[in-house]
């Protein structure tokens, strides 16, 4: 089952920022917007700096990534590198 998570509040220097550690996870975001699709980890991203959002769509995790984290468990890792970078899930 694929997710849908949107987060608000990313100012564009802390969206590159996380880009850095998201890469870190292998996981490459190139530009503002596309599909990744690394390690069972895959989806679609759009950020829009004028309204300072993220959205990832499609999220969905395979394997090889599924014997170590589920969705919700991405979900939270996502949450949490969102979150240290000013940003904030949507309610």
Same mark, same amino acid.
Request: net charge negative.
């Given at each position: 089952?694929?997710?849908?998570?949107?987060?608000?509040? &990313?100012?564009?220097? !802390?969206?590159?920022?996380?880009? &850095?550690?998201?890469? @870190?996870?292998?996981?490459?975001?190139?530009?503002?917007?596309?599909? *990744?699709?690394?390690?069972?980890? @895959? #989806?679609?991203?759009?950020?829009?700096?004028? @309204?300072?959002?993220? &959205?990832?769509?499609?999220?969905?995790?395979? *394997?090889?990534?599924?014997?170590?984290?589920?969705?919700?468990?991405?979900?939270?890792?996502?949450?949490?590198?969102? !979150?240290?970078? #000013?940003?904030?899930?949507?309610?």
């Amino acid at each position: 089952m694929a997710k849908r998570l949107q987060y608000d509040g &990313i100012k564009p220097e !802390a969206f590159d920022q996380m880009k &850095i550690k998201l890469k @870190s996870f292998g996981l490459d975001l190139k530009g503002n917007e596309g599909n *990744f699709n690394e390690k069972g980890v @895959s #989806g679609q991203y759009t950020y829009s700096p004028e @309204s300072e959002s993220l &959205i990832l769509d499609e999220l969905s995790v395979g *394997f090889p990534a599924s014997m170590m984290l589920n969705l919700d468990t991405l979900q939270k890792r996502m949450t949490d590198v969102v !979150a240290q970078h #000013g940003g904030r899930p949507q309610q």
